[in-house]
Nanobody, 115 residues
């Protein structure tokens, strides 16, 4: 059973930066997993923010040029560097790891962008 644990959320002013981390434990073949960051704001649907495979990255349009997803397979960790944060980025951010039909979720970390 794989466990995913997010960290790095918090309160930041507009224009600020945060780096989220998602550490995987309890499994193997982390490098084969597609890792994704989702977010969900109150009253809104869950949204896929970014994804990373072994060689490709995906970003939703609203974060392109501001967010960067990366992974360190030696540490079984995926990151989301968030720059130029906006109030509309406020949400609970959760990471997901998927390998075939198997999918694991973290508990989430709150990101609040406010002055």
């Amino acid at each position: 059973q794989v466990q995913l644990a997010e960290s790095g959320g918090g309160l930041v002013q507009p224009g600020g930066s945060l780096r989220l981390s998602c550490a995987a434990s309890g499994g193997s073949m982390f490098s084969d997993y597609v890792m994704r960051w989702y977010r969900q704001a109150p009253g809104k649907q869950r949204e896929l923010v970014a994804a990373i495979t072994s060689g490709d990255q995906y970003y939703t349009e609203s974060v392109k040029g501001r967010f960067t997803i990366s992974r360190d397979n030696t540490k079984n960790t995926v990151y989301l560097q968030m720059n130029s944060l906006k109030p509309e980025d406020t949400a609970v951010y959760r990471c997901n790891g998927a390998l075939g039909v198997i999918s694991y979720w973290g508990q989430g970390t709150q990101v609040t962008v406010s002055s």
